[in-house]
């Protein structure tokens, strides 16, 4: 039986989404310590995760992500909490559902699934089929909280986005998928941006939306989206880039972006065929809210070249060996926050 659809529906109605920004930036800036788990705050400060998922919505956000990147046993290992899947993923759908519910208009809750952070056989112990469980798992809780969609992100491996989205619908989520291309214009095991749509369409419906997120930089991500809306222009795109472009100033990172910078990024976005528009590392409720109105006011442009995009928002920091306005050849040589 097909599953009910919210997220398919409201593209219906809106045809262009605004997604959030970052979930770890902003819990950063509310207290969150590095080495801790953001996912034990949905226990522990339920009413800060609350606040954020409310500001983004205050914002404009159409889709928010629940407080679970690293939800499966795999990360949650790490703290001790490998068997607390179930209840904290299901946890973190349902403060995020309560936000949702009681915005003045629809709001998605997307179940964020990260990597597990283990390498799939043969190049690590991880099997496909351990894979497709962690996520089953994970994506229960997700569920049983009232997710409306498994947002699976920030990936970098075929297999590992198949086993994510084999578990989306055995659970009897709908689902979409992201890679992260920060590794010479592919992702760290090597996935090309026009093949970003073929590699889980056999999976019960197909995903709801595929596409990129996190990367290196706003300029970067917007190339990469030239190359997935011309391998197949009819899909509907996500693109959720980091604020700019990253610096390490001392210990901390800081992130280049202005909400100007984001707005203009929304608006190249959009211009270049994406459909789920948002933030990733560094992207605040303000800059969101300079996306929304920058979406709200947009007037069609032509389809960017990588020159317009460096000229109005800066630099690759991928090496591109040649650009042809969107089916470019590049050179071939994390955690979301």
Not at 58 to 87: C, E, M, P, W, Y
Not at 150 to 155: L, Q, R, V
Not at 227 to 248: H, L, R, S
Not at 249 to 275: F, K, Q
Request: aromatic share 4%.
């Amino acid at each position: 039986m097909t599953a009910a659809n919210p997220l398919r529906d409201l593209l219906a109605e809106k045809g262009v989404l605004l997604a959030d920004g970052a979930t770890g930036t902003n819990l950063f800036a509310m207290g969150l310590e590095a080495g801790e788990a953001p996912e034990l705050w949905n226990e522990t400060h339920p009413e800060r995760i609350d606040k954020l998922h409310q500001d983004f919505v205050d914002a404009g956000a159409d889709i928010i992500l629940s407080n679970s990147f690293g939800g499966t046993r795999h990360r949650l290992k790490l703290h001790h909490a490998q068997d607390r899947v179930f209840d904290l993923n299901k946890r973190a759908a349902e403060i995020a559902r309560a936000v949702a519910d009681r915005a003045p208009r629809k709001v998605i809750v997307a179940g964020s699934v990260g990597p597990t952070g283990e390498l799939l056989v043969p190049l690590g112990a991880m099997t496909y089929e351990d894979a497709v469980a962690a996520f089953v798992e994970q994506m229960e809780g997700l569920k049983a909280g009232g997710a409306d969609v498994a947002w699976i992100e920030t990936m970098s491996s075929a297999d590992e986005i198949r086993a994510a989205a084999e578990a989306a619908t055995t659970v009897g989520l709908p689902y979409t998928y992201t890679g992260s291309f920060d590794t010479a214009g592919r992702t760290m095991m090597g996935v090309d941006p026009k093949d970003i749509h073929g590699i889980a369409k056999d999976m019960g419906d197909g995903p709801v939306a595929v596409g990129a997120n996190c990367g290196v930089g706003a300029s970067d991500i917007l190339s990469s989206l030239l190359d997935m809306t011309a391998a197949d222009p009819d899909a509907i795109t996500i693109v959720k880039g980091n604020c700019g472009i990253p610096e390490f100033r001392g210990a901390e990172i800081y992130y280049s972006g202005t909400p100007p910078l984001m707005a203009e990024y929304a608006r190249l976005a959009r211009d270049a065929g994406a459909r789920i528009i948002g933030g990733c590392c560094g992207t605040s409720c303000e800059h969101l809210a300079a996306m929304r109105h920058a979406l709200d006011d947009y007037t069609p442009r032509p389809r960017p070249t990588i020159e317009e995009i460096v000229e109005r928002i800066g630099p690759l920091r991928n090496k591109m060996a040649s650009e042809s306005g969107g089916d470019g050849t590049r050179d071939r040589r994390r955690r979301r926050t």
